[in-house]
């Protein structure tokens, strides 16, 4: 592995390991038994056969969901039409899989797939300008292999790290409605209780904070009183593990300036030092 630096935040500034090609799969993996890197430690035991075993039967009925009928024929309009910029490319265009490390002290919930990102690569935040920030905050931090989520192939390796979203297709104007939420919840629920060493859950936005409580209900986590409310980097001590919030790393938020990337650096540092208090509580 080569060398890497970090800088005054403790986030790592250079230094990348060489792209791991996988094969041809037919959708995003949950990795086994991963190695781990800078900045995050390794874990006191592996996951479970049965973990992954789980992970990779809740992926394998996501891909083949069509639950939210306004959402299967969008995603496969956007797929028939496609971008002018893709036009040569093979659009995924159904339910976006989860990706990620079995053995997760951290799971990032986003919104839903995008429809020119994970719609079209078939991995969430993959191949948008949501993922180039939210990966490139997590190679500063420690937490992924490489700065780019670029396709389904590009050898990028998390490591303690498990992303999701609460919507797993693509939305008309990037909005599902609570409905569907609602209908696709139970996925994130099956995930929670299926990542066995969870310590931090970041959620991407105020769609996702509300999702994931629900979700955490659904996994039979008690309800927080008072509602917590959504911020950037508000807290909530849910038990096993603790709620983070989030700007989302929309467009809209980036070029505002709403979220800059120290912001959502800190969000991931902050994980860090949650899931190393929660190792030594241990
Ligand atoms: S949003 Fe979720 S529940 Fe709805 S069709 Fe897609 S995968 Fe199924």
Redesign the pocket.
């Known amino acids: 592995m080569p060398e890497r630096s970090a800088d005054k935040t403790g986030c790592r500034s250079e230094g990348m390991p060489p792209p791991q090609r996988r094969g041809d799969e037919a959708m995003p993996r949950v990795t086994a038994h991963p190695r781990r890197s800078v900045g995050a430690p390794p874990p006191a035991a592996l996951p479970s056969d049965g973990a992954q075993d789980a992970l990779e039967v809740i992926n394998s009925e996501?891909v083949a969901?069509?639950?939210?009928p306004r959402?299967?024929a969008w995603r496969e309009k956007v797929a028939r039409d496609k971008r002018a910029s893709f036009a040569g490319e093979t659009y995924w265009g159904r339910?976006v899989p989860s990706f990620g490390d079995p053995a997760a002290t951290l799971l990032i919930v986003g919104l839903a797939p995008a429809a020119h990102g994970g719609n079209r690569t078939g991995r969430i935040f993959t191949g948008d300008r949501s993922g180039d920030w939210l990966f490139g905050s997590l190679y500063r931090c420690g937490w992924v292999n490489q700065p780019t989520s670029v396709h389904r192939h590009d050898g990028l390796r998390l490591m303690g790290v498990y992303v999701a979203a609460g919507?797993?297709?693509a939305p008309p104007a990037n909005k599902?409605t609570l409905e569907?939420r609602d209908?696709?919840l139970p996925?994130l629920a099956r995930e929670l209780q299926a990542l066995e060493r969870l310590r931090v859950v970041v959620a991407l936005g105020g769609f996702a904070w509300g999702g994931f409580l629900r979700a955490h209900e659904l996994a039979g986590g008690a309800r927080p009183r008072p509602k917590p409310r959504f911020g950037h980097l508000a807290e909530v001590d849910l038990g096993r593990y603790t709620l983070v919030g989030s700007y989302h790393p929309s467009q809209q938020n980036t070029f505002t300036g709403k979220l800059t990337e120290g912001m959502l650096d800190a969000v991931f540092l902050r994980a860090h030092a949650l899931a190393a208090e929660s190792r030594n509580r241990a």
Not at 65 to 68: K, L, N, P, V
């Open positions: 996501v969901c069509t639950a939210c959402l299967v339910p919507v797993r297709c599902p569907e209908t696709c996925y």
